[in-house]
């Protein structure tokens, strides 16, 4: 079945570092790949989403390419704030089928920046 | 933008109890709603899909009869967890979408239950 795998956290930065959270999915065909948010006290929140190979999500400062030669979807950002601390889940989904709308999560990781 | 207000955010309950969790979207009308449930550093399991005025479709491993799902309206689903035991202790979250937003899935902010 379809699956998710994240890098292990937890991620601790300091305030303006580079930041990289790894995802790799197992899949047969192409999914659509997500990346959700969540802060302390709050549900998921959608950060970026792309439906196709090769496309570039991208939100508030993060991106993630949909690499379909590594069954890939990094998380990045150039400089990481304190107030991205927060837990980071990588997801898929298929656009229609028996499956439609259902998410299957990585495990999440754990981001803390300080300043 | 949409939201969905699920409540209690955390509760405590003896073994044999039930305990039930209610998932309410706000502002839109959510024709589906999806309960998963999270341990401790794993990741969110789906454990049913509840379309509205009809029966859920539960999850492979997922006992129908312990969690009960009820979507009797389109701004409504209920998640009832029966005979609780220590063993279902854990962080439950809903999801909501609305039938024409695509991707667009709105979280709860989920509960934790503790059995003790």
């Known amino acids: 079945g379809d699956s998710v795998t994240q890098m292990e956290g937890p991620v601790t930065l300091s305030e303006e570092a580079f930041l990289t959270i790894n995802c790799t999915y197992t899949?047969?065909?192409?999914?659509?790949l997500f990346w959700y948010v969540q802060y302390p006290g709050e549900g998921l929140q959608l950060l970026l989403k792309?439906?196709?190979?090769?496309d570039k999500g991208s939100n508030k400062g993060f991106e993630a390419t949909y690499r379909k030669e590594t069954t890939s979807f990094h998380l990045e950002k150039g400089s990481v704030q304190v107030s991205d601390s927060a837990v980071y889940f990588c997801?898929?989904?298929?656009?229609?089928?028996?499956?439609?709308?259902?998410?299957?999560f990585g495990q999440g990781t754990i981001l803390t920046v300080h300043p | 933008g949409a939201v969905v207000s699920q409540h209690p955010s955390w509760v405590i309950c003896k073994s044999g109890t039930s305990v039930k969790i209610e998932c309410r979207s706000l502002?839109?009308?959510?024709?589906?709603m999806f309960w998963y449930r999270q341990f401790p550093k794993q990741s969110l399991m789906l454990m049913a899909t509840?379309?509205?005025?009809?029966?859920?479709?539960?999850e492979q491993g997922v006992e129908k009869d312990k969690f009960l799902i009820n979507h009797a309206s389109l701004t409504l689903s209920t998640l009832t967890v029966t005979s609780a035991h220590p063993e279902d202790s854990s962080f439950y979250i809903c999801?909501?979408?609305?039938?024409?937003?695509?991707?667009?899935?709105?979280f709860g902010s989920g509960t934790r239950l503790t059995v003790v």
């Open positions: 999801s909501a979408r609305e039938s024409d937003r695509g991707y667009g899935y709105t």
């Open positions: 899949a047969t065909g192409y999914p659509s």
């Open positions: 792309a439906t196709k190979a090769d």
């Open positions: 997801a898929l989904n298929w656009p229609g089928g028996t499956s439609y709308g259902k998410l299957t």
């Open positions: 502002d839109f009308q959510a024709t589906t």
């Open positions: 509840s379309n509205e005025g009809s029966k859920a479709t539960y």
